[in-house]
């Protein structure tokens, strides 16, 4: 099972401000990653795919990056809205998600 | 634009088998792009794949669940189902139907998703 691992647990940021969260794989998953964004009583809401693409509707202040091990979502200027919680998950093996990290109001 | 829904009881009891249907709305369970899967979500253990299945009945399954796991399809229906054997506490968790993108893909549907709470 390839674990994944997010840092920070929690972020603490301010409206307007840039959002940097990292997720890393135990072994390499090349670009086979996800991001989604979580909001209290729902459903996860996929945010970038393929480490770097944007899901259909997701605005342009959300963007990926990383390869093999490493990966970051950033959130270029925080909205009231961006305060939820961020999961990635690697596909290149059986799926498998991080524990999260919640982006909170500073 | 393309839906689903879990259905399903809310409680069942330790040893049984915790049973769930997802309705597909918007378009048609057979089309040969899609596959369906189901995830679930606990404070424990956190989101979990589950599985996915092909219209085709084609199905894979997580290697940690796969002795107890149950994926079917039924497209008169349009509609797939979750079946897990010999319950316990640790399955307890709040359970989504999904559309992944393929076989082992991102998810790009989401259901609400239903609570499950295996007690006595």
């Known amino acids: 099972e390839i674990v994944m691992t997010q840092f920070p647990a929690t972020l603490s940021v301010s409206p307007g401000e840039r959002a940097t969260l990292s997720c890393r794989a135990s072994?390499?998953?090349?670009?086979?990653l996800a991001w989604y964004q979580q909001k209290p009583g729902q459903a996860p809401r996929l945010l970038i795919y393929d480490a770097s693409t944007r899901a259909t509707g997701i605005p342009a202040r959300f963007s990926g990056s990383g390869s093999g091990t490493e990966f970051t979502l950033t959130i270029s200027s925080l909205q009231s809205e961006d305060f939820a919680l961020y999961y990635c998950q690697q596909y290149n093996n059986w799926p498998t998600f991080g524990q999260g990290t919640k982006v909170e109001i500073k | 634009q393309l839906q689903l829904q879990e259905s399903g009881p809310g409680l069942v009891k330790p040893s049984e088998t915790l049973s769930l249907t997802c309705t597909v709305s918007g378009g048609s369970i057979s089309s040969s792009t899609y596959y369906w899967g189901w995830i679930r979500q606990s404070p424990g253990k956190g989101l979990e794949w589950i599985g996915s299945?092909?219209?085709?009945?084609?199905?894979y399954y997580n290697p940690s669940l796969k002795s107890r796991v149950t994926i079917s399809v039924d497209t008169s229906k349009n509609q797939f189902s979750l079946k897990l054997s010999s319950v316990t506490a640790a399955d307890t968790a709040v359970y989504y139907c999904?559309?992944?993108?393929?076989?082992?893909?991102?998810?790009?549907?989401w259901g609400p998703g239903t609570l499950v709470t295996v007690s006595s």
């Open positions: 072994q390499s998953v090349t670009s086979n």
């Open positions: 299945i092909y219209y085709s009945g084609t199905t």
């Open positions: 999904a559309r992944p993108r393929d076989v082992l893909g991102p998810t790009l549907i």
